[in-house]
Structure formats: C-alpha cells, structure tokens
T-cell receptor, first 115, second 116 residues
Framework: AQKITQTQPGMFVQEKEAVTLDCTYDTSDQSYGLFWYKQPSSGEMIFLIYQGSYDEQNATEGRYSLNFQKARKSANLVISASQLGDSAMYFC????????????FGSGTKLNVKP | DADVTQTPRNRITKTGKRIMLECSQTKGHDRMYWYRQDPGLGLRLIYYSFDVKDINKGEISDGYSVSRQAQAKFSLSLESAIPNQTALYFCATAQGRPGQSTGELFFGEGSRLTVL
C-alpha cells in the first residue's frame, strides 16, 4: 500500500525565518513523483513544487525547496524567509510515475506565520 | 477567470435531495477528477476521467455518479444526499502522458456542500 505521512498537524514560524514541513512516503515503486500543495484559508489548492524520484537535484521554486532523501523516503518542504501570506495548510502528495490517476495525499500541516 | 471553475461554490441541502456539482475547465486538459476533502483526511478520489468516453471509479465512489459531457465539463452528482457527504469537493484537471510531464493537478476553487 502507498501512503503519505505528515506528522505535524500544526506549526508556528516567525516571519522571515525558514521552516521545514515534514513528509514521508511509503512505496515499493522505483519511479514516482512527489508534490506539495498549499491551501490558504480561502480553500483553493495551489501547486507549489514537484520532485521526480529519479531527479538527482532537489527541486526549487522561488522560496520553496524540496529536501528529497530517497533512501529515507522523505520529501520535506522548506520555505525560506517566511511571509504572513504563507499561513495555510500544506499537503504533500505522491503519484506513481506511470499512472497519472493515482495521487495519494497526506493529511496536511497547518502553518501559522507570526509577525 | 479561473482555469478550473466549479459551481456552486457553496450549497446547503437536505437529506435525500439530489445535488449536482459542475466543473468546467479552459486548460484543454484531457484528464479530470473529483476529490473530496474532509478535515484531517487529506483528499480522496471519487471519480476520474481520461476523456468523454472514459469514466473510472476512485476510492470512495459509493453514493456518487459523474458525467463527462465534453472535454471541458465534468459533473458530480449525489443522487440522494446524506449528512456524511458534507465535505469540500474539488474538481481537478491534469495533462500529459506518463513519462512526458510532471502531470500535476490543477484544482478548482472547491464546492462546499452541507447536507442537513
């Protein structure tokens, strides 16, 4: 069975500091994709970053980076220089590389950025 | 305007009523999905479709049906709504073929359904 685990239901971070949101996954597949989504209080789901299982470099998108440790099956999201607008729910997800229909989502981490 | 549009955004209904949630997209994507979000459970797949001739059940399809009226339109129906179907529902689209793109999901803004 494939599963995504986000062990931090909620986190606080001071504005302008960096924060790491944890994500571990369980799969027996060799090829897969990892995603992070942001859900603000308004409810929409916003795609942040993608990491392929064969990508050797950690993915980066602006202030977002994905700390990918394949042997540990972890795909932590790092947000640098936190902003008040980063306060939201964050979901980690995994998809089989050759099946675009099976996305597995974690239960999410609620991040609060303090001024 | 949003690329993936859901209507209605909010709906309150009573047990036993038929409800339809509609989704339309301007992204030109072939793949469309309906997800349900409950607090603490992440997102769970209800149905998905590759194209207008293809409909597939997800992990929680019982009590739901769908229709793919066109490439751009995918609707979700609750034939007889019950209170435990109270949730936030998302339509999503994706493009690409395995091995050719990341295939990330693009979500609509969500439809909040309350069944009394």
């Amino acid at each position: 069975a494939q599963k995504i685990t986000q062990t931090q239901p909620g986190m606080f971070v001071q504005e302008k500091e960096a924060v790491t949101l944890d994500c571990t996954y369980d799969t027996s597949d060799q090829s897969y994709g990892l995603f992070w989504y942001k859900q603000p209080s308004s409810g929409e789901m916003i795609f942040l970053i993608y990491q392929g299982s064969y990508d050797e470099q950690n993915a980066t998108e602006g202030r977002y980076s994905l700390n990918f440790q394949k042997a540990r099956k972890s795909a932590n999201l790092v947000i640098s220089a936190s902003q008040l607008g980063d306060s939201a729910m964050y979901f980690c997800a995994m998809r089989e590389a050759y099946n675009f229909n099976k996305f597995y989502f974690g239960s999410g981490t609620k991040l609060n950025v303090k001024p | 305007d949003a690329d993936v549009t859901q209507t209605p955004r909010n709906r309150i209904t009573k047990t036993g009523k038929r409800i339809m949630l509609e989704c339309s997209q301007t992204k030109g994507h072939d793949r469309m999905y309906w997800y349900r979000q409950d607090p603490g459970l992440g997102l769970r797949l209800i149905y998905y479709s590759f194209d207008v001739k293809d409909i597939n059940k997800g992990e929680i399809s019982d009590g739901y049906s769908v229709s793919r009226q066109a490439q751009a339109k995918f609707s979700l129906s609750l034939e007889s709504a019950i209170p435990n179907q109270t949730a936030l529902y998302f339509c999503a689209t994706a493009q690409g073929r395995p091995g050719q793109s990341t295939g990330e999901l693009f979500f609509g803004e969500g439809s909040r359904l309350t069944v009394l």
